[in-house]
């Protein structure tokens, strides 16, 4: 039986095939797009198409499961529109069993119609199923190209006190910053470089995947998302963007010096997910911490660390590409058991 699984983001739209064998998983092939829904949210039933053909005909799959944040964007008046939207474009392309991953399980079509928030944002559910498979009590940490999930697992169930995004911004379980679209003016008001502090201009002149290219900790195939100013991904590009954020240039700072400010930047926001964790970790006493997500080394690993807390990969058991993905993984896991 092959089950797709999706994480349907504001910006990425992430996909897992898992080939089961009973309840034995055989084989996970996964894939993911740059779909903008802010923009672009009626090419949703295309890409979704597209991406499983990337991997298998359509034909092959016995049943899809969905996880979404995407409802947030702000193409949608509500957020209970944004899910009702989705639910809808997904219904109209798929001819198989379908449901949807919501904070107490997989909903039906009937279901997200009654009670349709409950389904708005819920993938951190979907990772918790994977988390679950290295510790039953841990906490787990998953940055993804915009917002960080730190979510308590105790006895193998997650056990967050928010359930909503609104109620996790309180929690330290929601951190809204991720490794590629991240505005660095959200989490930074000065830059230190050269021994000086430099006051950082509030516009949208660099994202985190700018510095992460700097510092050779992504590639340019990981920079998924669009360039704030729509010049290039390349090494230089970034750097004059980042220049940008202490309003200056190529011609004034030199490459050493923006690799400086990287650096900076960086632990900044490792700082920044640290005291989500730090929050997490204080109100539920939990010391393992389980990473993953495209950030999971380059912000998890170092945040846990910060605090002296015990590190654990999800890469002990998914690749790199799948850790990525793993919403959409841990949806098809729950599509499976649905169907049981």
């Not at 991720?178 to 950082?200: C, P």
């Not at 109100?283 to 660390?305: F, N, R």
């Not at 002990?316 to 993984?329: F, H, K, R």
């Given at each position: 039986?092959?089950?797709?699984?999706?994480?349907?983001?504001?910006?990425?739209t992430d996909l897992a095939?898992?080939?089961?064998?009973?309840?034995?998983?055989?084989?996970?092939?996964?894939?993911?797009?740059?779909?903008?829904?802010?923009?672009?949210?009626?090419?949703?039933?295309?890409?979704?198409?597209?991406?499983?053909?990337?991997?298998?005909?359509?034909?092959?799959?016995?049943?899809?499961?969905?996880?979404?944040?995407?409802?947030?964007?702000?193409?949608?008046?509500?957020?209970?529109?944004?899910?009702?939207?989705?639910?809808?474009?997904?219904?109209?392309?798929?001819?198989?069993?379908?449901?949807?991953?919501?904070?107490?399980?997989?909903?039906?079509?009937?279901?997200?119609?009654?009670?349709?928030?409950?389904?708005?944002?819920?993938?951190?559910?979907?990772?918790?199923?994977?988390?679950?498979?290295?510790?039953?009590?841990?906490?787990?940490?998953?940055?993804?190209?915009?917002?960080?999930?730190?979510?308590?697992?105790?006895?193998?169930?997650?056990?967050?006190?928010?359930?909503?995004?609104?109620?996790?911004?309180?929690?330290?379980?929601?951190?809204?910053?991720?490794?590629?679209?991240?505005?660095?003016?959200?989490?930074?008001?000065?830059?230190?470089?050269?021994?000086?502090?430099?006051?950082?201009?509030?516009?949208?002149?660099?994202?985190?995947?700018?510095?992460?290219?700097?510092?050779?900790?992504?590639?340019?195939?990981?920079?998924?998302?669009?360039?704030?100013?729509?010049?290039?991904?390349?090494?230089?590009?970034?750097?004059?963007?980042?220049?940008?954020?202490?309003?200056?240039d190529l011609e004034m700072?030199?490459?050493?010096?923006?690799?400086?400010?990287?650096?900076?930047?960086?632990?900044?926001?490792?700082?920044?997910?640290?005291?989500?964790?730090?929050?997490?970790?204080?109100a539920q006493d939990l010391?393992?911490?389980?990473?993953?997500?495209?950030?999971?080394?380059?912000?998890?690993?170092?945040?846990?660390?910060?605090?002296?807390?015990?590190?654990?990969?999800?890469?002990?058991?998914?690749?790199?590409?799948?850790?990525?993905?793993?919403?959409?993984?841990?949806?098809?896991?729950?599509?499976?058991?649905?169907?049981?």
């Amino acid at each position: 039986m092959k089950i797709a699984g999706f994480d349907i983001g504001g910006a990425n739209t992430d996909l897992a095939v898992i080939d089961f064998d009973g309840d034995e998983i055989k084989k996970i092939e996964v894939d993911f797009a740059y779909l903008p829904m802010w923009s672009n949210n009626n090419d949703l039933s295309r890409v979704l198409v597209e991406l499983i053909g990337n991997i298998c005909p359509i034909t092959e799959i016995d049943a899809v499961g969905i996880s979404m944040t995407a409802e947030l964007v702000d193409a949608y008046d509500t957020k209970k529109d944004g899910v009702l939207d989705v639910v809808r474009k997904c219904e109209d392309t798929f001819n198989c069993p379908i449901a949807y991953v919501g904070i107490d399980g997989m909903m039906s079509k009937a279901e997200i119609g009654s009670s349709p928030l409950k389904a708005a944002a819920a993938n951190w559910i979907a990772t918790a199923q994977i988390a679950t498979l290295i510790s039953d009590n841990c906490i787990f940490i998953d940055t993804g190209s915009t917002t960080t999930d730190i979510i308590p697992i105790k006895n193998g169930a997650e056990c967050a006190i928010g359930k909503s995004d609104f109620d996790r911004s309180a929690t330290g379980e929601l951190v809204y910053t991720g490794t590629l679209r991240t505005n660095l003016a959200s989490f930074l008001d000065k830059v230190e470089l050269n021994g000086k502090e430099y006051r950082v201009a509030s516009e949208l002149f660099a994202q985190t995947a700018d510095v992460y290219t700097v510092l050779d900790l992504i590639g340019e195939d990981d920079y998924v998302c669009d360039t704030f100013d729509g010049e290039s991904k390349s090494k230089t590009d970034c750097a004059k963007r980042i220049a940008r954020v202490v309003c200056a240039d190529l011609e004034m700072l030199g490459m050493d010096e923006i690799v400086e400010m990287s650096e900076f930047i960086h632990q900044k926001q490792v700082e920044q997910i640290a005291d989500g964790l730090k929050q997490v970790h204080e109100a539920q006493d939990l010391d393992l911490i389980v990473v993953t997500g495209l950030g999971k080394d380059i912000l998890d690993k170092p945040a846990a660390e910060l605090l002296g807390l015990e590190v654990k990969s999800m890469g002990e058991i998914l690749t790199d590409e799948e850790c990525v993905v793993a919403p959409a993984v841990g949806t098809a896991v729950m599509m499976k058991k649905y169907l049981n």
